[in-house]
């Protein structure tokens, strides 16, 4: 019973470059989402996969950003072309289903820093 | 649109004490679920307590319990007995339920908890 895990922990890069950051879900959880935390702010929605309908993208804060999920596995979210202010945490939280009841679980996240 | 609502944006509180942590909530749904998160410094987000709106009771789950009055849109989290160990940032956040293009969980802004010895 492994929790969600991401990685990688740390990134540093470049300003311009791309980064993929990758997240295994807990096996069989068909709820997959995508946080970015500034910090010392909150959790600001990205993305939602859910099971097999289309995902929510309404969090992705620019063209730059985006994010797959083959089935109920491993989710890239992507970011092309990095500015300082992508630097933040990404989390990614997995559930089991898309009921509103339940609950959804936190990988430890990638801590981005864009130099 | 779905909105969470903390206004304490930090509170000290004396070890041993209980702690009140506000939490409102807008949503036009009948259906949803509502969720405290512990962040401690180390960054790892920890589920505290769940209410789902048509749960007659409020939850509790060991120091930590809800009070949650719907008419008024309010789920707060209360902690008994603080402990050091509950110094850290707490989100408050909700799912909405049968509409699922909008059951995406929405967070606050969090609140952050400081445990004096």
């Known amino acids: 019973g492994a929790g969600v895990s991401q990685s990688p922990s740390n990134k540093v890069t470049e300003k311009g470059k791309d980064v993929e950051l990758r997240c295994d879900p807990i096996?069989?959880?068909?709820?997959l989402y995508w946080y970015r935390q500034r910090l010392g702010q909150g959790l600001e929605f990205l993305i939602y996969?859910?099971?097999?309908?289309?995902?929510?993208k309404s969090g992705l804060p620019s063209d730059r950003f985006s994010a797959e999920r083959t089935g109920e596995s491993v989710s890239t979210l992507t970011i092309q072309r990095t500015q300082q202010e992508d630097s933040a945490v990404y989390l990614c939280a997995s559930s089991g289903t898309t009921s509103f009841t339940d609950t959804q679980y936190f990988g430890p996240g990638t801590r981005l820093t864009v130099l | 649109a779905q909105k969470i609502t903390q206004t304490q944006p930090g509170m000290f509180v004396q070890e041993k004490e209980a702690v009140t942590l506000d939490c409102t909530y807008d949503?036009?749904?009948?259906?949803?679920?509502l969720f405290w998160y512990k962040q401690p410094s180390s960054g790892e987000m920890i589920f505290l307590i769940y209410?789902?709106?048509?749960?007659?009771q409020n939850a509790t789950e060991g120091r930590y319990s809800l009070n949650f009055q719907k008419a008024r849109k309010s789920a707060n989290l209360v902690i008994s007995a603080s402990q050091l160990g509950d110094s850290a940032m707490y989100f408050c956040a909700m799912r909405e339920g049968l509409r699922s293009s909008a059951s995406k969980i929405i967070f606050g802004s969090g609140t952050r908890l400081s445990i004096r010895p």
């Open positions: 096996s069989g959880h068909t709820a």
């Open positions: 949503t036009s749904d009948q259906s949803y679920g």
């Open positions: 209410q789902g709106s048509y749960d007659e």
């Open positions: 996969f859910q099971g097999n309908s289309a995902p929510d």
